[in-house]
């Protein structure tokens, strides 16, 4: 099985900053994408930023929803099944539950993977 654990979840003023931190466990062969979905109060949830690790088709990839580029940033550690969000001049409508995701394979090379998610942590940003 694999569990996905979230952390670093907070309330913090505008224009503060707070690093969420996912860390992937259990039967993993490989990790082929990982991200963060954020869900603000009686909103869906969205992408918010998504590292795609790339195949022999497909190159790297790293996408992030126009509302964070250039203010976030997803970066991960390999060696640790880890990846993390950097969130710097936050504002109040950064407030909402952020959940990490990964697309993981688990049954070796032929496994295209699927979708596992953390339980979600609660950014909430004050004016």
């Known amino acids: 099985d694999v569990q996905l654990q979230a952390s670093g979840g907070g309330r913090v003023q505008t224009g503060g900053s707070l690093t969420l931190s996912c860390k992937a466990s259990?039967?993993?062969?490989?990790?082929?994408?990982v991200g963060w979905y954020r869900q603000p109060p009686g909103k869906e949830r969205t992408l918010v930023a998504r590292?795609?690790?790339?195949?022999?088709?497909?190159?790297?990839?790293?996408d992030y929803a126009d509302s964070v580029k250039g203010r976030f940033t997803i970066s991960e550690d390999n060696a640790r099944n880890m990846w993390h969000l950097q969130m710097n001049k936050l504002k109040p409508e950064d407030t909402a539950v952020y959940y990490c995701?990964?697309?993981?394979?688990?049954?070796?090379?032929?496994?295209?993977?699927?979708?596992?998610w953390g339980k979600g942590t609660l950014v909430t940003v004050s004016s």
């Open positions: 590292i795609f690790r790339g195949t022999l088709i497909r190159p790297i990839s790293t």
């Open positions: 995701n990964a697309d993981i394979s688990t049954d070796g090379p032929y496994d295209y993977g699927k979708d596992y």
């Open positions: 259990g039967s993993i062969f490989r990790l082929n994408a």
